[in-house]
């Protein structure tokens, strides 16, 4: 930790203790915040509103890097591993316990479960995860993501499907700067859904996925969506999308 990065104070992926907490619970949020999101570090020693370096003395520096990883061993669950070491800054030391991004997500505190104990990390804040968050993360623990999942109770027909396609080149022609770009724009067909994760194929069948109920506005899905197209023609997408209903 150099002092640079201590005046550019807390964010997504720092939070600075003034000390050791009695209770392990203050700071074990934080940990697993950086477990769901890109990891971060947590600088014990560091006062967060000053930025002033407090640091620890020598006769409890080992006892309170034991206290943490017991605290993390016992809290967490699935198990987080941190990487505590010492730094020196301003001739004081300090204790720097490293979360990695995991990978077995959702990470929550065992006292409150699953429910009420899935944190995340917004700018450079902890915050308890929502139910939309959760299903996220659990989404990305088994290397899947919400609009790759199949949209349940959402029927399509070819046609449906062929008007998605005409759609985007329309739109992605729409959005090109100039009619040479409008040239270079692409036929976008089944295959090409699929490979984005639109379709899902099953037994010769394509089905929709939550990303075509985001893309058509239908399944209960609110959304805004754009659609441009890249250097080599193909149609390229960007939005954002509000859940409110479609199934998992």
């Not at 295959?191 to 899902?200: D, E, V």
């Amino acid at each position: 930790m150099t002092i640079e990065e201590i005046l550019a104070g807390e964010s997504k992926n720092v939070e600075f203790k003034e000390s050791l907490p009695e209770k392990s619970i203050k700071y074990m949020k934080s940990v697993v915040a950086f477990a769901n999101g890109t990891g971060g570090k947590i600088i014990f020693g560091i006062a967060d509103k000053t930025r002033e370096v407090i640091g620890f003395d020598k006769e409890v520096m080992f006892q309170k890097m034991d206290a943490i990883a017991n605290a993390v061993s016992d809290s967490c669950e699935p198990a987080i591993i941190p990487d505590i070491t010492l730094q020196t800054v301003d001739g004081k030391t300090i204790i720097v316990v490293e979360i990695s991004e995991g990978r077995q997500r959702p990470y929550y505190i065992k006292a409150l479960g699953k429910e009420g104990g899935v944190y995340v990390r917004v700018a450079g804040t902890t915050r308890l995860a929502d139910e939309y968050m959760i299903k996220e993360l659990m989404f990305e623990g088994s290397n899947r993501y919400f609009d790759q999942a199949l949209c349940t109770g959402l029927n399509i027909t070819d046609g449906d499907i062929d008007a998605l396609c005409k759609a985007m080149k329309e739109q992605a022609i729409k959005n090109a700067p100039n009619e040479e770009q409008k040239a270079l724009v692409k036929e976008v067909g089944r295959q090409q859904l699929r490979s984005w994760g639109i379709l899902i194929e099953r037994d010769g069948k394509d089905y929709p996925s939550n990303a075509y109920a985001i893309l058509t506005g239908r399944g209960g899905l609110h959304v805004a969506t754009q659609c441009g197209v890249k250097c080599d023609g193909t149609p390229q997408l960007s939005g954002s999308w509000h859940h409110t209903g479609c199934g998992i």
